[in-house]
């Protein structure tokens, strides 16, 4: 940039720029809604970047920050397109083209992100194509007043100018602001779903916890998880709205005959019902990622068994509405545990987040290899026929749950020195715990007491006390499953199937 030849100032230029990629961005939002489709641009371009981002830099991030990765991904995507509109922008003061380059390989992105995801339909191009015409139409607006503006040394710009720039900045921001707000009331499909659930009579029960297996330990947490605090795990960034009148599930594949089941026809037939605790293959050592619910549901195997499943099968790859897949061995969805296509959690219709209006509940499996949620297709295969969303990730085929135990009390590291109550949860579902153990200080392990448990799918909690004298301790739990394995201290990262290695608490006892 040479002296004499004067720049206009950069920031009315990235204003602009910031402008243009809002209006675009309400105008796709809109249409978006408008047509009812499942995922905006933004949202498409984050699940493009969150399959195309590989397993085990995924795994990093998400351990990094948790379950706000959803929010993450999208405001960062959000904040790039705001980052590369202003660049357009300030690229726009002296070539508009330069400027309106960067919009349209935008909008290629987007474009290439709708196109890629399951269940694409061309349609699902008209937001970023309506989006990108708003684009290049706002950046022709808004520059004008700028490039006059920048023939002028800036202290000389007139006040009427910068003030008709301002003008227009701000008309066609809040244009756009109305677009975009009112394109969220456009939107009815979650509301109609909801609506759809609240009415729904399942002929389910509630569910009540079997006497004893809760135990009266203050700081323990429940032993049946209530829904709205049942951790929540998918890869879905909206999550699918499915009316039950517009379910249907196909078993196909290697079958004597393929089956098409609607929602009402499941509903009729013989419900099982069942503790369960699910278990998430990313839990850390001492983590939450694990929750205990009544479920309620049709038993796979009977629909298997009515299908007529190839002798030489033997996995069932699975298939959510979103395009998310996994694979179970037949075996574990045809042998005598309760393998559900669950209806209900906890007496309740599922909860959106959880799989609504179906799931697959797979005692004694991590979730990512069993627990399908929204599941619409369920193919008969065989393992070295496919490949699923995970394993194709680096992370296992199959993954049985690995014991492990946790410590949840004392919580928040204090306690009164003496006979100090420790108590928490074990849990090997599928094979059973047989005892637990804790250990204070490196010193010989001690068994506790056990709650009792209605069966081997679910997590039991364990109480007991040490003895701690003044000062900080470390305590350590370990447990022995109903085969006699006791868990080993040996720590393992989650990938690729589950952590091992043995819970342990730093706590500091008050004299
Ligand atoms: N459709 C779909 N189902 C899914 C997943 C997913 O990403 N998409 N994640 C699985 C994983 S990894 C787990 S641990 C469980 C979690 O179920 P929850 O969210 O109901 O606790 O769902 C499983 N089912
Ligand atoms: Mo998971």
Redesign the pocket.
């Given at each position: 940039m040479s002296t004499d030849q004067p720049q206009a100032p950069r920031w009315p230029a990235a204003l602009a720029g910031i402008v243009t990629g809002l209006t675009g961005l309400a105008v796709a939002l809109a249409v978006t809604s408008l047509l009812r489709q499942r995922a905006n641009p933004v949202q498409s371009v984050s699940e493009m970047v969150r399959d195309i981002t590989p397993g085990p830099l995924a795994e990093k991030l998400i351990h990094l920050v948790g379950t706000a990765d959803k929010p993450l991904l999208l405001t960062g995507v959000t904040l790039g397109l705001l980052g590369l509109s202003a660049w357009a922008g300030i690229l726009a003061r002296r070539q508009l083209l330069a400027g309106a380059a960067v919009f349209l390989v935008m909008s290629v992105i987007a474009g290439v992100a709708v196109m890629t995801r399951h269940g694409a339909t061309s349609a699902g191009l008209l937001p970023v194509v309506m989006g990108a015409a708003a684009w290049v139409v706002t950046l022709t607006y808004l520059r004008p007043l700028q490039s006059r503006s920048e023939s002028l040394p800036y202290d000389v710009v007139g006040a009427t100018d910068r003030r008709g720039f301002l003008i227009r900045v701000g008309g066609v921001a809040a244009a756009a602001a109305v677009v975009g707000v009112s394109s969220r009331f456009l939107s009815r499909s979650r509301r109609a779903v909801e609506a759809a659930r609240s009415q729904l009579r399942l002929p389910v029960t509630r569910g009540t916890v079997p006497a004893g297996a809760g135990l009266d330990v203050k700081g323990l947490y429940p032993w049946q998880t209530p829904n709205d605090v049942f951790y929540r795990?998918d890869t879905a960034l909206v999550v699918p709205t499915i009316k039950p009148s517009e379910w249907e599930l196909r078993i196909h594949g290697m079958v004597d005959r393929e089956i098409t089941i609607q929602y009402d026809d499941l509903v009729a037939r013989e419900l099982t019902e069942a503790w369960v605790t699910l278990c998430?293959?990313?839990n850390p050592i001492g983590g939450h990622l694990i929750g205990n619910a009544w479920w309620s549901g049709v038993r796979i195997a009977d629909l298997l068994a009515e299908a007529g499943v190839h002798a030489d099968a033997d996995a069932v790859l699975q298939t959510s509405q979103d395009g998310w897949t996994c694979g179970t061995p037949i075996k574990a969805l045809t042998d005598d545990r309760n393998a559900l296509l669950a209806l209900a959690m906890n007496g309740k219709a599922l909860p959106l987040e959880h799989g609504f209006p179906v799931r697959m509940v797979v005692p004694g499996l991590?979730?990512?290899v069993s627990a399908t949620k929204w599941v619409v297709d369920l193919e008969v295969s065989r393992f070295d026929k496919f490949d699923a969303y995970w394993t194709t990730r680096s992370w296992s085929e199959q993954a049985p749950i690995k014991t492990q135990s946790r410590i949840d009390v004392p919580r928040g590291g204090r306690a009164m020195a003496g006979d100090v109550t420790v108590a928490g949860v074990a849990w090997a579902q599928h094979t059973g715990i047989e005892k637990v153990e804790v250990r204070l200080d490196g010193g010989p392990w001690e068994q506790v007491e056990l709650a009792r448990v209605p069966g081997v799918d679910t997590w039991v909690q364990w109480s007991g006390t040490v003895e701690a004298s003044p000062g900080i301790h470390t305590l350590a739990v370990r447990a022995t499953d109903l085969t006699g394995t006791t868990q080993t201290p040996v720590e393992t990262a989650v990938a690729p199937d589950g952590a091992s290695g043995w819970h342990a608490i730093e706590f500091t006892a008050d004299g």
């Open positions: 795990i998430c293959v990313s991590y979730g990512f």
